[in-house]
């Protein structure tokens, strides 16, 4: 079960541990904790000529209602990708989702009903962590496209700790510097505004994985076809498309290794060679490898998780890290898989 898919490449860069009070001032007003953790349990303004209850018509939805339902989204296992506290293509794909879920209409909106199941969740949106030791050791490294150059290191590890704590939040490195403005991100002791994801209830088993092109969606079902949880993904393009049927996983590789062919690459850069690419979570695959019955495709993590629902792949079928990382704790070897229009 070699990770050989036909996948896009990425490469991150590094980003400053330290979050320097001239950015916080250049950057958007800073988001309290109270503030997003009170966003959404009551209603926000209403546009002019806007009528109750139309969450679409509804005036542009602050920073930090975005964020708190970005998070509440999360925790029920609708993710947006990462989280950013901004509207976008991959929050109405998780709204929906979730709106699917509890029955609502799936608008793709914050609409009062949509708060109301989202609020059944009471936990604080934002809490205080405190760097550990482990959060911030590393070793952190920038890392090399090439994939020659990739494969002489020993680990495809993280290149910055912003970078580390993003994926460990789900949050998007700019923001984490929003939501904390002059802060040490490299000294263990520090305290520091963080979404609250690490203490969500893991997903049961589920019978099947369903991928949708159309909206880019992976969403797991239970044995009776209800909704468990959803992902956005990057599924395929013109050149590599999405092999639509019914397949099934062959097994799983957490932390896997990447076999690079570049004969399976149309796009490939003259005079590539094969090569061995080290775990870690900048390999190409990311830090899990959902093996397919169809040769050479799986689902996997990405090392650009900003990317997810938002580019094309090479046919395989992209998460963040993080949601793939939950997805193989659901499935197993045998699940089925549909690949659909």
């Known amino acids: ?70 998070v509440l989204l999360d925790r029920a ?52 962590y405190t760097l550990l030791d482990a959060d911030v050791a590393g070793p952190f490294a920038p890392i090399p496209e090439g994939m020659a150059e990739k494969a002489k290191l020993s680990t495809l590890g993280y290149s910055s700790v912003a970078e580390a704590l993003g994926e460990k939040f789900h949050v998007s490195p700019a923001l984490l510097a929003r939501l904390n403005p002059g802060k040490d991100l490299s000294r263990a002791g520090e305290a520091i505004l963080v979404p609250n994801v690490l ?22 079902l239970d044995a009776a076809g209800a909704i468990l949880a959803q992902f956005p993904s990057s599924t395929g393009s013109s050149h590599d498309p999405l092999p639509i ?18 004969k399976l690459f149309w796009d490939a850069s003259p005079g590539d060679k094969k090569a061995k690419l080290p775990s870690g979570p900048n390999n190409p695959v990311g830090v899990a490898w959902v093996d397919l019955s ?36 659901s499935v197993g070897y045998g699940t089925e898989v549909l690949l659909q229009e």
Not at 58 to 70: E, I, P, W
Request: net charge positive.
């Open 199 to 220: 203490d969500t209830e893991p997903l049961p088993k589920a019978a099947r994985i369903v991928v949708d092109r159309s909206d880019r969606s992976l969403t797991l």
């Open 1 to 70: 079960m070699k990770p050989t898919s036909l996948c896009l490449i990425a490469a991150l860069f590094a980003g400053a541990a330290t979050i320097p009070a001239a950015m916080a001032a250049s950057a958007p007003s800073a988001l309290t904790a109270e503030a997003v953790n009170n966003a959404g349990k009551s209603p926000e303004p209403l546009a002019a000529g806007a009528k109750p209850g139309k969450g679409a018509k509804a005036a542009k939805l602050s920073a930090a209602t975005l964020l708190r339902a970005q």
């Open 245 to 262: 049927g019914s397949w099934k996983v062959n097994g799983i590789a957490r932390n896997p290794v990447y076999h690079y062919n570049p």
């Open 294 to 329: 169809k040769d050479h495709y799986g689902i996997h993590g990405t090392p650009v998780p900003a990317s997810i629902g938002k580019t094309q792949s090479h046919g395989c079928i992209r998460l963040t890290n993080w949601d793939v990382a939950t997805l193989t704790g």
């Open 77 to 128: 296992h609708f993710s947006a990708g990462e989280i950013d506290a901004a509207s976008g293509s991959n929050m109405r794909l998780a709204l929906s989702g979730f709106q699917k879920k509890a029955g609502l209409e799936p608008s793709g909106t914050l609409d009062e009903a949509t708060w109301a199941a989202l609020n059944a969740d009471s936990a604080d949106a934002l809490v205080q």
